[in-house]
């Protein structure tokens, strides 16, 4: 599916219909800060191709997902917070409690996070 195609929120960002506080662009993927943050750092890690669920990525994607691990720890290095620590979630379908339906990495940090999650 082309950028033109992706309906989601996250697909108006890509195409600049709408403006994002980005801290990350490159070929494979951007990053923005959430417009409602669970903690001091939290930001979104999205690939510019449209994946609507974890449920979805292909074999094909996996330079793509390791690659955004990557920004993800260079982002947390940049914000000052990779030694404290962070933490990475994929919010996949209804229990994951997912709301966009182009997959995003969140990076989560700057407060103690509590475990499990709600
Ligand atoms: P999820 O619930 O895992 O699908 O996460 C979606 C995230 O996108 C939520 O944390 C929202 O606050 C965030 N979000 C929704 N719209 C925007 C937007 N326009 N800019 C930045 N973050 C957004």
Request: charged share 20%; hydrophobic share 40%.
């Amino acid at each position: 599916m082309s950028i033109e195609d992706n309906p989601t929120i996250f697909g108006m960002i890509l195409r600049g219909e709408i403006p994002s506080d980005t801290v990350w662009e490159d070929e494979h993927c951007i990053a923005f800060r959430d417009i409602n943050p669970a903690a001091p750092v939290h930001i979104l890690i999205i690939p510019r191709k449209l994946i609507p669920t974890i449920n979805d990525v292909s074999d094909d994607d996996k330079f793509l997902l390791g690659h955004m691990v990557t920004v993800a720890r260079d982002i947390a290095a940049a914000e000052n917070v990779g030694d404290d620590g962070y933490r990475l979630v994929f919010n996949c379908n209804r229990d994951g409690g997912q709301t966009v339906y182009h997959i995003h990495m969140h990076l989560i940090a700057g407060r103690g996070l509590s475990w499990p999650p709600g």
